[in-house]
């Protein structure tokens, strides 16, 4: 599989006021704390560029499959997801992805990357009730519950107190 183009040459948007109409396939890469944009399957991107009086307007929306490790028992869990993005570059200031249409061909990889990472929560659960891990032995507590009591580890040592009649 190759990989998804994001390179697009905005020749005729620029200068013929025509829209690019964008409909890719391919693999996208994308790492980020705990998840990945999933190996074995392909990224869809569609949607369009063009151009209105100083600005370029990129309208995309990308469909793919992340893994990702649940943030309490790292158990790897494929999500699909969706990205939509709509985003304004102005022809004559800077802009935050190194996008110069002065350049035969721009590439929207940096938008793509910001906005899915944007889009992907610091906190992964693979339900919301995970149990996790065991502090003491690290056994997964979901389909399994070990001999090392939860109430042991959530307990206050002095808790021993409340039990003796004075
Ligand atoms: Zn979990
Ligand atoms: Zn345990």
Do not use: W
């Amino acid at each position: 599989m190759s990989q998804l183009n994001t390179i697009f040459n905005l020749d005729k948007v620029l200068n013929t006021n025509s829209d690019l109409n964008i409909d890719e396939k391919g693999l996208l890469n994308i790492k980020y704390s705990g998840t990945a944009s999933s190996n074995n399957s392909n990224a869809l991107m569609t949607g369009f560029i063009t151009r209105d009086g100083d600005y370029v307007l990129i309208e995309l929306s990308i469909y793919f499959t992340v893994d990702s490790e649940c943030s309490r028992c790292l158990k790897i869990s494929t999500k699909d997801k969706n990205t939509v993005i709509k985003e304004k570059i102005y022809l004559k200031s800077e802009n935050d992805y190194d996008i110069d249409f002065k350049e035969e061909s721009i590439d929207v990889q940096p938008i793509i990357s910001e906005k899915i990472i944007d889009s992907m929560s610091l906190i992964n659960l693979c339900k919301i009730d995970c149990n996790g891990l065991c502090v003491v032995c690290g056994v997964e507590q979901n389909s399994t519950v070990c001999k090392h009591e939860e109430k042991n580890l959530k307990e206050s040592p002095f808790s021993s107190l409340s039990e003796l009649d004075l």
